[in-house]
């Protein structure tokens, strides 16, 4: 009996991984929104070129996906496909670790096969290529899961790993993993200090510091300044995500209405729990309830940074994930009607991942795809052959056929120029379609990407941006971008931080434009 267990959940995990795999990698090849689609491309293949995030291009958010897709490139090529096999893997391993841990919590085998089904199609498939919010958000999902399980099977040991997955998931984005990592080491300490298990401290604190001193070893070996790393790493970003704060302004439809069917499944688990503590005796000291507070860490501190982050919404995927937990809950609760309130909450679940496939997979929303037509997208290997597999089409050009025309000039502009040349462009992939060091200021290029005008870390790039100039001796700059390219653009790329005589302005057409390097004084003086 149980070889034949094993032998049928061997081949539910294939099929989970084949249908997951597949999914991501479909949707994630129909269309483009350049500067999300592509913030990992570029960077990840510039890691094989010797280019290093934070040494060689500033960054604001945790850095980890680039190393992750470096490898990527490295095994399967520099292409399209090595690119969304990231992906696609990823959401594998959500996946089957969602099966997996539903079925360790006595799940109905049916039951955790539409949940993992469910979460499939609404996991990573919500943008398809690797992005800096799903990495963070899903190394703290799994981190959550191998939580419950150790809990359920009390192997203290396993803190180590959650330790482990929480500082993952900070270096890919410092949040939401942040949120989780402070709610899970409270939980940590509660534990700790309740139940005078000294081994769930000392493992978790292990686990982080074992993750840091890799850390600091790998920052020396590849000689990245350690000053440089915490300034980009956290004292930038804290300053941004002050002013975020401040100035985002909540609503009924941002904190409620976008999330009803999230709440309409986390609501009866919160009131399950409430009932369980009053009919079930000790139940506060119960696994059960320490999977609530876990489940209630993580939902909770997802939710709050989806209120406050403007990303499109993609934590859909928590639906099938509270529906799981709330079979379980149901379950072992002492409430009457539980196969009919368990099929009620399957059909919900259900309808809902129907509702966002079609909403985020199908017509793409996350990456402001919904008033294109998908169908319209033309072929990318037109572009370069390493974009086999990619149809393209952007909501920023009626005419997909019209913005790879643009590309491919723009491309063969750079390959005619023999000279040392930067390129500033939210398309961040001309460095691995050239197989050539274009020494790009930053990862992205935002409002947030880097300090502006009136940031008091403002010189900072002001130097580092100088620096780079002058050590690689750049002749030319290229700024290519997706919109009408307009001084306001120019000031905030480049004008702000050296001034309009040290350059030759050249005009490509009205997304783009040439900036050829005169000799200037300015560029030799860097404030300090």
Not at 89 to 115: A, D, E, G, Q, R
Not at 166 to 185: D, E, N, R, W
Not at 328 to 350: A, D, H, Q, R, T
Not at 392 to 400: A, L, Q, T
Request: hydrophobic share 45%; charged share 20%.
């Amino acid at each position: 009996m149980l070889k034949q267990i094993k032998y049928k959940d061997f081949y539910i995990s294939i099929i989970l991984i084949v249908v997951s795999f597949c999914i991501n990698f479909n949707v994630a090849s129909n269309g483009v929104y350049p500067v999300d689609t592509f913030i990992h491309y570029d960077n990840g293949y510039r890691i094989l070129l010797g280019e290093l995030p934070v040494k060689d291009y500033w960054i604001v958010h945790g850095f980890l996906i680039d190393f992750i897709q470096a490898i990527f490139f490295h095994i399967f090529g520099n292409n399209w496909y090595a690119y969304v096999i990231h992906s696609s893997l990823f959401n594998c391993i959500i996946v089957v670790s969602s099966y997996f841990i539903f079925k360790n919590l006595k799940i109905k085998k049916t039951h955790c096969i539409i949940i993992s089904l469910s979460i499939s199609f609404l996991a990573y498939p919500i943008s398809g290529t690797p992005f800096l919010d799903l990495h963070a958000t899903y190394f703290s999902l799994i981190s959550i899961y191998l939580l419950i399980f150790l809990i359920n099977e009390e192997k203290p040991r396993y803190w180590f790993f959650v330790a482990f997955l929480l500082c993952a998931a900070f270096f890919s984005k410092q949040v939401p993993s942040i949120y989780t990592i402070m709610g899970i080491s409270f939980f940590n300490f509660y534990l700790f200090l309740k139940y005078k298990k000294k081994e769930v401290f000392l493992y978790y604190i292990f686990g982080a510091i074992s993750f840091l001193l890799f850390l600091l070893v790998f920052l020396i070996y590849q000689e990245i300044n350690i000053n440089d790393f915490i300034f980009q790493i956290f004292l930038f970003p804290q300053s941004i995500g002050t002013n975020r704060y401040s100035a985002h302004e909540l609503n009924f439809n941002n904190i409620f209405l976008d999330f009803k069917f999230i709440y309409l499944v986390l609501i009866p688990i919160v009131v399950i729990n409430i009932y369980n503590l009053q009919k079930i005796k000790n139940y506060k000291d119960s696994k059960s309830f320490k999977f609530f507070i876990v489940l209630i860490i993580f939902a909770s501190t997802t939710i709050f940074h989806q209120i406050y982050t403007k990303n499109q919404i993609y934590i859909f995927f928590l639906i099938p994930f509270l529906t799981g937990f709330f079979l379980y809950f149901v379950e072992i609760s002492k409430i009457k009607n539980k196969k009919k309130l368990m099929g009620i909450f399957l059909i919900i679940c259900l309808a809902a991942t129907t509702k966002y496939h079609i909403k985020f997979n199908i017509e793409r929303k996350f990456h402001e795809l919904s008033n294109t037509n998908i169908r319209d997208a033309v072929d990318a290997s037109t572009l370069d052959k390493k974009f086999a597999g990619l149809f393209w089409i952007s909501p920023h050009f009626d005419n997909p056929q019209k913005e790879i025309e643009n590309l491919k000039n723009y491309l063969k502009l750079l390959k005619d120029d023999k000279k040392r040349k930067m390129i500033i462009s939210e398309y961040n992939f001309f460095s691995s379609l050239m197989n050539e060091k274009l020494y790009a200021p930053s990862r992205t290029y935002d409002n947030i990407s880097y300090p502006q005008k009136n940031s008091k870390y403002f010189f900072k790039y002001k130097n580092f941006l100088v620096k780079k100039i002058k050590n690689n001796s750049i002749k030319e700059i290229y700024i290519f971008r997706s919109s009408v390219l307009n001084d306001e653009d120019l000031n905030e790329l480049i004008y702000n931080y050296i001034s309009k005589s040290c350059f030759n302005r050249k005009n490509i057409d009205k997304y783009s434009t040439k900036l050829t390097i005169l000799k200037c004084q300015e560029l030799f003086n860097e404030k300090k």
